[in-house]
């Protein structure tokens, strides 16, 4: 595994590697003198041919088979080879027990022989890496010591031989150490650099540390390239192995699970197995008796300063290591398996050899006496005592079971404690043992006694006695007008009897979906882990299409592969459909008003490696990953600790898609229908009763009756003698306890109620019984499907428009099981015979509630029609309000698109027809994105336009990508939406997801219909990296480093995006600077998506905290709608490191709930750009490997897509005056709370939640406008607005102002002609008083001349005085 140094040292040369590497072990060699002094008396080989040294292949296979055949007593070693190698080499292994067994003949045979009941496996393998040699000699020179010391009767190597079954492989990879040159210290192999021409390789260029299935690995390995692990992968699963140890050079450590984590951080993060505590146990071991690894500082060269505490150490913290055999051991097998690095040296010097065996010898000893620690016993069978093999024991509080071998024996490793110990079989009662206490030193002793899931048995008088057809339609709860076909038709038979592999299965669906294409469609919901697809064949007369009414139904087979019965039977069932429709009444009208789905293969890899004629083995039942998928699925009791497969995630996803009402899974290995549910919460054998128990009992029933062995419920008699099933039903947690079911999680959270049908007591029967099995369960299969059909059906109506309104709630009183409406309205609620209160409830309406009587026939047909609530509007109040462009075709067109995407498969449909995939395959830094960019400008120039935003702090640009069919162009009509990435450099799976979504675009405009359209129709704006200076610094794999997060300022822009009003924008960072100047603040965006890593979920606006969310249930909306188009982040389980509890309702979160900050971009764009935005994060590490880019462009495309279609939601408008002028800033204000505004053009576009909303409309000079609308969940509402203008004038009619002010214009005109009157008169008396005295001048003289002897001022004052005098007045008066 480690050879740690050969990526660290780089290029010395060999020479002066050697000379530090002799300088180094010198210290340690004298140091092991003591101890290896007093272990060199007991060596027990002689003579000096004999001395330790290196073989090559011809002389390993004559030692190894002389020491078999020659040196060893009869019975005690074995010989035999597990394969060979790439270039032909065997792959030897030894076996060394007392008193082996004969080898077994057949072709699942182990050539070591079979198992030893009651003995511990255990298995030391070595020189995996060609040029790690020294474990492959101390192999070879420990299976001499043993033989040894058992012919000379050594106590303590008799009673390991005697306890202990033990399996050494000096050499996995052969080839690898043909080519290993003695002395290579570093593996350079000559070349100067490690790994190359090394050895360290297979043939074909492998590290076999690398190349086994990874539970952290997006992809499986390709298996083909390494011979060498298939072999031992194959060994592995033909035995039980309980303890292993893998031997490699490079450094003095004991290396212990797990070798990675699913952040595949480079080294420092501890990443801990369930059995944490027992690997540090079994480390530490062997770590204690080496004289140099006990130290904790092998001091190797180039690492001197390197310490492993105790001499041991988590293998991911070392350094991670994806594809390594140790995890591959713990995880698919019982085996616990170390790693121990033997020496400094890969290749040390022969003559160091005999020194390196006494430094370990006590530790090999030691390590396999280990395997006999824990507890140990055996499961059998209360009634026979027989062992009862795969039966399973799990310990409480640890999350990892082992299962029991052939004999029913287990070893299960622990370290000393109290424990509470349970065993589990099918078709028995789980039995725990408490407080078993388990000490320093052998195992303690704990045996299971099992007893049979029976009840009293009813009498055998009627067990053989068919079930006539008169009986059963009298005992068949038939629901369709049809109930069987008339005695004179004779349906059509399938004739296709044979077992199907894949190939076959995959032809047989073509062709009858090729000569049935009226009533058929063929599609795939994934692939499986091996990449074969999960085919379905939907049967219906009129497939690909949802009839309003029409129940979805489903079966689905084969889930565990080596359970076959139920996917021959589909098979027959589509053929027998298929050729029977349109002459059989029964087949014509189950399609006609059904809709069937049906899946013949969900495990299609366990199938092919699964064995015709397995009557209750275990070969093939796994998926390739080894999980069982049946255990696979989230649970209502318990935390499911194994990864999501992706057989079960396509699965999940499957009937997330479809409105399934009800579905049967076949399995094989008794015969009984299984219903909920399937475990409880103490994890025990006990009835676990779902709200729908009578129901499921019934359903249950209508298959069991038809088939008449079932319903007799003795299933397997010369299986299980004793068990008993009263009428061939049971509840699953009553007859075993199976957390992690299918069909519970069916139950739990969709629609759809799914029962578990066991169909034989053989698992895999030879195709010649085919036929039999078709008969018993034909009438079965068709009666089943017609349960879909009872209960209550109909739809649930919006009283103003009579529209179906999708996700109502359907609840039956006291029964605590909602189920929810479909797209058009449509719901199918499955109830049993009885008076039922039924309510209905909408968010946005008035519930309503209405009592309904189920018959025992068809449904029965309820329709609810729901008032919104606060419909009432205000009189006077309605605007003139019509739908924009009702007519225009190309309008019309576009909707239906829109429409069609949003409805089931339509973006899968899109994918599926574009003619051009992209395929990322690796991360692309600066340089190479704006060269990318470029090329796409230039290659695409008619629909692209590229310009830059601003540039960072280190001067790079800030790229934008414009996609429209006018990108150069103002299209205010048209919606805009933005996608950016990379505000943290660290996290740039982003960025590379929106450069594939770019180039996704562009290849398939004029090649694929709606993505032309979309671009049409859609002004789109990608900004792949808003921080180029941190993207450039940030190092791959580096899963949790916060390098390169900040821009070179040490900034986190997404703290920067504050408020105008609280920072100057001149103090912004200039990445922000740009973002707001040049994107956010033109106001002109209808969404934004935000990528970023960490962790994975989707979260909206606020990321402030104490921030009231307006909008909430929209952008909470567009949150869900990313998380739901995504295969796994709706489940809610990042299954990030040190988060694996963490529970995410479908994969959304408030912001502020998720990591409160201030300065967020999404909340800047909503205060300020008035623009929803929800941030995605992608994955739980920031900057994974570039080789699971590929699966993270697969996982998120559709969600990406998704949201180029919800843009085109929400209520989109026209603001005009009444000359059909358009009106611009006019303030849209929704819901009392979310503002935008209308632009050029007077158009305004905003998204909403489904449902009825508030609309006002104002402007300065025109009259408000309110509404209500109502936003459709697949198109967006069209609003046409006219707007009146205002005729009020401070607040009062413009009648009355208008009035006043013209009787007070009439006032003042008035009053000034009274004025002028008057001073008129006044100005007129004043100047006939001047004539006359001029006229008297003469007689007036002598009397002036003697009043001038006072004042003539005096005189004239007092004569002629008058605050009205004019100047002309003044004047003449002063001049007398």
Known sequence: ??????????????????????????????????????????????????????????????????????????????????????????????????????????????????????????????????????????????????????????????????????????????????????????????????????????????????????????????????????????????????????????SVVASYPYDDSAVHQRSGLYSRSADDEVFKYLAKAYASNHPIMKTGTPNCPGEENEVFEGGITNGAQWYDVEGGMQDYNYIWANCFEVTFELSCCKYPPASQLELEWENNRESLLTFIEKVHIGIKGFVRDSVTQAGLENAT???????????????????????????????AAVGYLPLTMVNVEVKEGNATVVDFSLEPTVAVPISDSTQDAPVTATDSATNATNVTSTERPTPAHQAIQPKDFRHHHFPDMEIFLRKYANEYPSITRLYSVGKSVEQRELYVMEISDNPGIHELGEPEFKYIGNMHGNEVVGRELLLNLIEYLCKNYGTDPEVTDLVQKTRIHIMPSMNPDGYERSQEGDREGTLGRNNSNNYDLNRNFPDQFFQISDPLQPETM???????????????????????????????????????????????????????????????????????????????????????????????????????????????????????????????????????????????RGFVLDATDGQGILNATVSIANIDHPVSTYTGGDYWRLLAQGTYQITVSARGYNSETKTVIVGDKSAVQVNFTLTRKDSKMEEGKMPDINMADASDPVTKEFEMLIKNLSAENGLEHLLLTSTADVLPYRYRPYKDLSMFLRGLNLNYPLITNLTSLGQSVEFRQIWSLEISNKPNQSEPEEPKIRFVAGIHGNAPVGTELLLALAEFLCMNYKKNLAVTKLIDKTRIVIVPSL????????????????????????????????????????????????????????????????????????????????????????????????????????????????????????????????????????????????????????????????????ALWAENKKSLLAMLVEVHKGIYGLVQDRHGRPVSKVEIVLNERVKVSTKEGGYFHVLLTPGYHNLHARADGYQQQHIQVLVHHDVATFVHIQFDMDNRIFGLPRELVVTVAGATMSALLLTACIIWCVCSIKSNRHKDGFHRLRQHHDDYEDEIRMMSTGSKKSLLSHEFQDETDTEEETLYSSKH
């Open 1 to 250: 595994m480690a050879g740690r140094g050969w990526w660290l040292t780089g290029g010395l040369a060999p020479l002066l590697l050697f000379l530090l590497l002799w300088r180094a072990e010198t210290a340690h060699i004298k140091k092991a003198e003591a101890a290896a002094s007093t272990t060199t008396a007991n060596a027990s080989v002689t003579g000096a041919a004999l001395l330790m040294h290196y073989m090559d292949e011809a002389e390993l296979a004559s030692s190894l088979r002389s020491l078999a055949e020659d040196e060893a007593p009869p019975g005690l070693a074995r010989l035999f080879s597990l394969g060979r190698s790439g270039e032909g080499r065997e792959l030897w292994v030894l076996r060394l027990s007392a008193n082996l067994p004969e080898v077994e003949a057949g072709p699942d045979a182990d050539p070591g022989g079979p198992p030893i009941a009651g003995r511990p496996q255990v298995k030391l393998v070595a020189n995996m890496h060609g040029d790690e040699t020294l474990g492959r000699a101390l192999l070879i020179r420990l299976a001499r010591e043993l033989v040894s010391g058992w012919l000379q009767g050594d106590p303590r190597l008799l009673r390991l031989l005697n306890s202990t079954d033990l399996y050494l492989m000096p050499t996995l990879n052969p080839d690898g150490f043909a080519r290993a040159a003695e002395g290579d210290c570093a593996g350079a192999g000559g070349s100067g650099q490690a790994g190359t021409g090394s050895g360290r390789e297979n043939a074909r260029g492998k590290d076999l540390n690398r190349s086994f299935p990874d539970q952290f690995a997006a992809a499986r390995p390709d298996l083909a390239t390494v011979p060498e692990v298939r072999a031992l992968m194959e060994w592995m699963r033909r035995n039980r192995f309980v303890l292993s140890a893998n031997l490699h050079g490079g």
């Open 393 to 423: 024991i799990s310990v409480a509080g640890i999350a990892h079971n082992i299962t029991t071998g052939r004999f029913g024996d287990y070893h299960r490793l622990l370290v000393p404690r109290t424990y509470n110990v349970t065993a």
């Open 650 to 792: 396509a699965v999940m996803n499957w009937l997330k898609t479809y409105p399934f009402v009800l579905s049967a899974n076949l399995h094989g290995g008794s015969l009984v229908v299984n219903y909920p549910y399937d475990d409880d919460q103490r994890g025990t054998a006990t009835y676990s009763k779902s709200p729908d128990d009578s129901l499921f009992q019934q359903i249950a029933l209508a298959y069991a009756k038809e088939n008449a062995q079932m319903f007799q419920g003795h299933p397997c008699t010369e299986m299980y003698p004793d068990e008993y099933f009263p009428h061939g039903i049971t509840n699953g947690a009553h007859w075993y306890n199976v957390p992690g079911g299918m069909q519970d999680w069916n139950y739990l959270n969709t629609n759809c109620f799914e029962l578990t049908i066991e169909l034989g007591c053989v698992k895999y029967p030879k195709a010649e019984e085919l036929p039999r099995f078709w008969e018993q369960n034909r009438r079965s299969l068709l009666q089943f499907i017609k349960q879909v059909h009872r209960g209550v």
């Open 1027 to 1190: 921080n180029p200076d941190g993207r450039e610094i940030a190092q791959e794999r580096d899963c949790a480093s916060k390098i390169g997060r900040t821009n070179a300022h040490g900034k986190d822009l997404d703290t920067d995006f504050t408020s105008n009003s609280s920072q100057q924008s001149g103090a912004r960072e200039p990445e922000t600077k740009a973002i707001i100047e040049n994107l956010i603040m033109k106001q002109d965006f209808s969404l934004s998506i935000a990528l970023d890593g960490g962790s994975l979920l989707v979260t909206y606006p606020y990321d402030k905290p104490v921030q009231t969310v307006e909008n909430k249930e929209t952008l909470k909306h567009l949150a869900s709608l990313y998380a739901a188009n995504h295969p796994t982040m709706y489940l809610g389980q990042s299954s990030c490191p040190n988060k694996s509890d963490e529970n995410i309702p479908g994969g959304v979160m408030l912001g502020a709930e998720w990591h409160s900050h201030l300065g967020s971009m999404k909340d800047f764009s909503v205060s300020y750009g008035h623009c929803p935005e929800i941030t995605v994060y992608t994955g739980c590490c920031y900057f994974p490997g570039a080789g699971q880019l590929p």
